[in-house]
C-alpha cells in the first residue's frame, strides 16, 4: 500500500511562514537563555577539563546537555503554547510578555517533565558508549592492516610494551615520544570517533524531545489531575503500536530539521576542530557544536509543533482507544479474580463497565456525524478494532465496512434510477 501522508507539508510551511516574526522572538528569547546557560558551563568544564579523565569528559559533557535542556524544557513548553494559541481567536491578545509569563506553567504539572529528559538521556549515554565502543574495534582492525600510520604507531606502543625499562621515567618518556610524533594522527582519530558517536547520541536525544512534544496535547486533554504515569502509559502504547504511520508522517513534513540538525553540527563541529583553537579540549568543542546546532534549529520548532497539531486529529482517538482498551482489560481482570471483584464491588464494576460503554458509543458517534461512517459500520468490533489503525484507509475496518456500504448505495441509486426512468417511457407509451 502506498504511503498517504495525513499531514500536507504545504499547509505546515505556511502557517510556519505567517507566524515567522512571532517566532523569531521566541526562539531568539531561548536561545539568549542557551547562550547564557552555556557560557557557565563552558568556564566550569574549562577549569575542571584538566582534573578528570578524558573517558569522563564525555559524561559530563552530555549531563551538560540535559541540565541545559531541563532548564530550557519550560520555555520549549512556553513556545509551543504561545505557537497554538496563535493559530486560535486569541491571536490577537497574545503578546511578547505572554511566552514569558507561560515558562512558569511548564513547570508545573501536568506539563513538568513531559518531555522526559532525564531517562531520554541515559539511553543517549547507553547509545554513545556502544557507539565509542564499536569505532574502538574498528580502529583496532584498522592498525592490524600493515603499511600504514596507524598500524605503525600500535607497533611502537606494543614494542615499548615489551621492553624491560629499568626506569618508569624512560617508559613514560618513550611514550610521551610517540604520541608526539603522532600527534595529528590521534586528534584526528579522536575527533572523527567522538563525532560519529556524539551525532548519533544527540540526534536520539533532539528527536525524543521533539517528539515528545506531542505529549503536551495528551497531557491538556487528560486534565491536571491526571498521573504523569498514565500520560506516559497512553503515550508510548499507542506510538508503538502506530510507530510506522508516526514516523512516515513526521520526515514527510519535519525532514528539513534533521538536515539542519546534521548539517548545522557537523559543519561546526569540524570548522572548530580543526580550524579552531589547537587547545579546545573535546569536550569543549562538543558542546559548543551541540549549542550551534541547537539554536540553528530552534526557529525552525514551529513546525513540528504545527505538525502535532494536525496530527492530533487523528491521534487523539488513538490515544482515546488506547486508554479505553486497557480500562475494559482491567475491569475484566477484576471480574475474573472474586477477591478483586470483592474488593471493588459489583456497583462499582458495572459502573466502570457503563462509563466505558458510554465513552465508545461516544466517540462511535462523533465518527458518525464528522467522518460519515454508520453505526453498523462498527458493529461486532473491539475496543482494539474499533481504534487501531483508524484513519481513511484500507487497513481500518469500520473504513472497509463504509466503502462497501456506499458501493451498495450507489448500486441502489442506480437501480432506481433506471426504473425510474423506464416507468417514464412506459408513462408516455
Known amino acids: 500500500m502506498n504511503f498517504k501522508p495525513f499531514v500536507k507539508a504545504k499547509e505546515i510551511y505556511k502557517t510556519f511562514g505567517e507566524d515567522i516574526d512571532f517566532t523569531i522572538k521566541m526562539s531568539g528569547t531561548i536561545t539568549v537563555a ?12 574549562n577549569q575542571i577539563s584538566g582534573l578528570v579523565i578524558g573517558f569522563f569528559d564525555y559524561f559530563i559533557l552530555l549531563i551538560c546537555v540535559c541540565l541545559i535542556l531541563s532548564l530550557l524544557s519550560p520555555f520549549i513548553y512556553s513556545f509551543f503554547a504561545i505557537n497554538g494559541g496563535l493559530h486560535t481567536k486569541a491571536k ?26 532525564w531517562s531520554t538521556l541515559l539511553k543517549a549515554i547507553c547509545f554513545y558508549i556502544l557507539a565509542e565502543a564499536l569505532i574502538n574495534i574498528i580502529v583496532m582492525i584498522v592498525a592490524q592492516i600493515p603499511g600504514n600510520e596507524l598500524s605503525a604507531m600500535y607497533s611502537e606502543i606494543f614494542a615499548i610494551l615489551g621492553t624491560d625499562y629499568q626506569d618508569s621515567n624512560e617508559m613514560l618518556t618513550a611514550f610521551e615520544n610517540v604520541i608526539l610524533n603522532h600527534e595529528s594522527l590521534i586528534n584526528l582519530i579522536t575527533i572523527v570517533a567522538n563525532y560519529f558517536a556524539l551525532i548519533g547520541a544527540l540526534y536520539y536525544f533532539l528527536h525524543t524531545i521533539s517528539r ?4 503536551y496535547y495528551l497531557a491538556t486533554s487528560l486534565g491536571m489531575k491526571a498521573p504523569k504515569q498514565v500520560t506516559e502509559f497512553i503515550f508510548v502504547k499507542t506510538l508503538r503500536k502506530n510507530r510506522k504511520d508516526y514516523n512516515l508522517n513526521y520526515y514527510s513534513v519535519c525532514f528539513p530539521l534533521t538536515i539542519i540538525l546534521i548539517a548545522s553540527f557537523t559543519l561546526s563541529y569540524f570548522l572548530l576542530g580543526f580550524l579552531g583553537p589547537s587547545q579546545m579540549d573535546v569536550t569543549i568543542l562538543s558542546l559548543t557544536s551541540i549549542v550551534i546546532s541547537i539554536s540553528l534549529c530552534l526557529p525552525f520548532l514551529p513546525i513540528v509543533f504545527n505538525f502535532h497539531e494536525k496530527l492530533w486529529d ?43 460503554d458510554a465513552m465508545k458509543d461516544q466517540i462511535i458517534k462523533d465518527l458518525c456525524e464528522n467522518k460519515g461512517y454508520e453505526e453498523s459500520d462498527f458493529e461486532g468490533l473491539s475496543f482494539e478494532e474499533i481504534y487501531q489503525n483508524i484513519g481513511e484507509n484500507e487497513d481500518y475496518k469500520p473504513y472497509k465496512n463504509k466503502i462497501e456500504r456506499l458501493k451498495k448505495d450507489e448500486k441502489v441509486v442506480d437501480a432506481s434510477s433506471i426504473d425510474s426512468r ?3 417511457k412506459d408513462d408516455e407509451k
Not at 547562550?35 to 568544564?45: C, D, G, S, V
Not at 515528545?212 to 505529549?215: A, E, G, M
Not at 487523528?314 to 479474580?337: C, P
Not at 456497583?347 to 466502570?352: D, G, I, M, T, V
Open 34 to 45: 542557551l547562550l547564557i546557560i552555556y557560557a557557565i558551563f563552558a568556564l566550569i568544564l
Open 92 to 117: 490577537e491578545k497574545i503578546k511578547y510578555t505572554s511566552f514569558l509569563k507561560t515558562y512558569m506553567i511548564g513547570t508545573r504539572p501536568p506539563f513538568s517533565g513531559q518531555l522526559r529528559v
Open 212 to 215: 515528545n512534544t506531542f505529549k
Open 314 to 356: 487523528k491521534y487523539s482517538m488513538l490515544f482515546m482507544g488506547t486508554f479505553l482498551e486497557n480500562a475494559q482489560q482491567e475491569v475484566e481482570a477484576y471480574k475474573r479474580d472474586s477477591q478483586m471483584a470483592a474488593r471493588v464491588g459489583a456497583e462499582n464494576l458495572k459502573r466502570a463497565e457503563g462509563s466505558l
Open 422 to 424: 423506464q416507468d417514464g
